[in-house]
């Protein structure tokens, strides 16, 4: 069976924990080099030591994803390291839930700058490389909560249906160049409950998800299948959640 990952040069923010973490850890395992970036250098520094001590190939940056120079940066390092970057995986993001009456305007901010922001950024530090070598792979980590709209995600959601929005577009205009995929994930355990600030939700969000989440590891497998299809074949969009999830 062919490992069309083996070799690939792939980038990805939101690295050092949860979906980012699992699936840096898997595309390492079937031969990818992975650049992983985040803001916990440390968390960082750790898992690229380990996936070193089982032999893959990784290196890694610290990167705040709302800062465009440090993402452009990213990309050059991969690029710079080992001669191409073959898939971009925006995966940073963070979300906090609250009624829109509360107006929790710094966290509307903190949403649209990580989650959209974040994500052109990617995309904006990647295309000039696809285009230069005539390939490419962008994909955006997007969620459930832009697909079933709730009262205290307006916000989140709102911030990933745009992303959801400019995939689609963006795959379009590939015109063939470049495959562009988008991966919405439902409940997955991971720390990404831990930063909402609103106590009362972040506690009844965490329960539900101790019930009923799925491993990340769900998720690094569903980024992996697009990555590992032929050049010609572009998975578009995949939806991935607990059975149990409404």
Same mark, same amino acid.
């Given at each position: 069976?062919?490992?069309?990952? @083996? ?17 840096? @850890? ?10 992983? =970036? ?14 070193? @001590? ?23 390092? =991969? ?68 697909? #079933? ?7 989140? =959601? ?22 562009? /995929? ?7 355990? /991971? ?24 491993? #990340?590891?769900?998720?690094?497998? =569903?980024?992996?299948? #697009? ?20």
């Amino acid at each position: 069976m062919n490992n069309r990952i @083996e070799g690939k040069v792939i980038a990805i923010t939101g690295a050092s924990s949860g979906i980012g973490r699992a699936t840096a @850890e898997l595309l390492a395992v079937r031969g990818a080099k992975v650049v992983l =970036a985040a803001r916990r250098g440390g968390a960082l520094e750790t898992i690229v030591n380990a996936i070193r @001590e089982k032999g893959g190939k990784a290196i890694y940056m610290q990167v705040d994803v709302t800062r465009r120079d440090e993402v452009q940066a990213l990309l050059n390092l =991969a690029v710079d390291t080992y001669g191409k970057v073959d898939v971009m995986i925006n995966n940073a993001g963070i979300a906090q839930l609250y009624r829109m009456e509360e107006l929790d305007i710094e966290g509307w901010e903190q949403m649209i700058d990580v989650n959209l922001k974040g994500t052109l950024y990617g995309i904006a530090a990647a295309l000039p490389e696809f285009k230069k070598q005539g390939f490419g792979h962008i994909i955006n980590i997007i969620s459930t909560a832009g697909i #079933a709209i709730v009262p205290t995600m307006g916000v989140y =959601a709102g911030t990933k249906n745009a992303v959801r929005t400019i995939t689609e577009a963006l795959r379009q205009e590939s015109e063939g160049r470049w495959r562009v /995929t988008g991966i919405s994930p439902g409940y997955v355990k /991971t720390e990404f409950v831990s930063n909402i600030k609103n106590e009362a939700l972040r506690n009844a969000t965490q329960e539900k998800a101790d019930q009923i989440s799925i491993s #990340a590891d769900a998720i690094a497998q =569903a980024v992996a299948y #697009a990555i590992d299809q032929p050049d010609n074949v572009d998975v578009g969009d995949i939806v991935i959640r607990p059975t149990i999830q409404s």
